[in-house]
């Protein structure tokens, strides 16, 4: 099940299809969908819960928090608004394509895709985009 919560921050529609598109995503990565809970919150939200939990002193867009039992994605994935709507503007793109962007890149963590180096980071980029182009 998937599900969205507001911190300190207004709610924003979110189209239903995206749920759905979520769940494929998930279930073409090889797993079932467990309990994925998005906390949609601001940059100074998001930025505690960098510093409380991960002791990173930076803003980001998205953090993703792992509980992913065998081949049953569950975690808690936490989205600055704010941070993907400057991301949007910098990036030339809509705000609506940056969070899909964004809410497929913490599924796909949850799925065991990692960032932290070149190779990595550019895996990544190209499964966004190919679960983006279905959409």
């Known amino acids: 099940m998937i599900e969205y919560f507001f911190e300190d921050?207004?709610?924003i529609q979110i189209e239903p299809t995206i749920k759905e598109w979520l769940i494929q995503l998930i279930k073409s990565e090889?797993?079932?969908?467990?309990?994925?809970?998005?906390?949609?919150?601001?940059?100074?939200y998001l930025?505690?819960?960098?510093r409380d939990f991960l002791n990173h002193d930076?803003?980001?867009?998205?953090?993703?928090?792992?509980?992913?039992?065998?081949?049953?994605?569950?975690?808690?994935?936490?989205?600055?608004?704010p941070r993907i709507s400057e991301n949007a503007e910098q990036l030339g793109s809509s705000f609506v394509t940056e969070l899909k962007r964004v809410l497929a890149h913490g599924i796909l963590h949850?799925?065991?895709?990692?960032?932290?180096?070149?190779?990595?980071a550019a895996?990544?980029?190209?499964?966004?985009?190919?679960?983006?182009?279905l959409i």
């Open 58 to 81: 930076y803003y980001t867009d998205v953090i993703t928090f792992d509980y992913v039992k065998g081949k049953t994605v569950s975690g808690d994935i936490f989205v600055s608004l």
């Open 110 to 120: 949850l799925c065991g895709y990692k960032d932290k180096t070149t190779e990595e």
């Open 9 to 11: 921050i207004d709610q």
């Open 30 to 44: 090889g797993f079932k969908v467990g309990q994925v809970n998005y906390i949609f919150c601001n940059d100074e």
């Open 47 to 50: 930025l505690k819960v960098n």
């Open 123 to 133: 895996e990544m980029r190209n499964k966004e985009e190919f679960y983006l182009a």
